[in-house]
């Protein structure tokens, strides 16, 4: 296939996000497998999956914080803390990672339910859902803004019957460490203000690409899920 200037870049660029997501795709298969269960806390499932990604991955760098949360720490946010919790046996938790692959950076993030109540079933099902869904429209609306795809996703959560969680619904992602645009912190990410193109280039004229994130939460029911991966690419 015979490529345009630059084209072969892109295309490279892609492939290479795509690779390490597809990495983090194994690795959480094995999270689930083998770490996942009640009676662990969250720091220590932590600790565990950190031993996991570099004995079996070759993970020696995350490029931000690995996020493990269980029971009420499922609301919260990515910036917020909260006591160190153990997971129940009819419990749901999140697991948030961004393990460099390669000099390429993965963001991948996924929910996991213990035991058999429904609520939790029923949010971790509409979680993938609802990125579907918001992946789709990005597709079918490829001009269109952050700040629109973050409205939508709220929109999507509602028609759902959950609340959006996250004060972001996603974020840059490239070759480790991915550059921030210039100008106000918010265009970076999928947050209502950014009013920016997905389809946008960054200052060399290369192609953004980001991640979409999903954040669902219930505060009556005091649950939460995550689901994250990416949106540009795949």
Not at 13 to 22: F, K, P, S, V, W
Request: charged share 25%.
């Amino acid at each position: 296939m015979a490529f345009a200037l630059g084209q072969a870049d892109e295309e490279e660029r892609a492939a290479g996000l795509l690779a390490a997501q597809n990495r983090a795709v194994a690795l959480f298969a094995e999270i689930a497998r083998d770490l996942v269960r009640p009676g662990l806390s969250e720091s220590d499932l932590d600790r565990e999956i950190f031993e996991l990604a570099r004995a079996r991955h070759g993970v020696a760098r995350h490029w931000h914080k690995r996020v493990v949360r269980t029971g009420v720490n499922t609301l919260k946010q990515f910036d917020d803390e909260g006591p160190d919790l153990t997971i129940g046996d009819d419990d749901i938790l999140f697991v948030d990672l961004g393990p460099v692959f390669t000099g390429w950076e993965a963001d991948f993030g996924r929910t996991y339910v213990l035991g058999g109540d429904p609520d939790k079933q029923r949010l971790c099902c509409d979680l993938e859902r609802v990125f579907a869904a918001g992946k789709a429209h990005y597709h079918a609306n490829p001009e269109i803004t952050a700040e629109a795809i973050y409205a939508h996703m709220v929109g999507l959560a509602e028609q759902a019957g959950w609340e959006f969680g996250g004060a972001i619904a996603g974020h840059l992602v490239g070759e480790f460490p991915h550059k921030r645009l210039p100008g106000e912190k918010n265009n970076s990410y999928i947050v209502p203000g950014n009013a920016q193109k997905i389809t946008a280039l960054d200052p060399d004229g290369r192609r953004l690409h980001w991640i979409l994130e999903v954040h669902l939460v219930d505060r009556a029911l005091g649950i939460g899920g995550f689901y994250e991966e990416l949106l540009t690419v795949g």
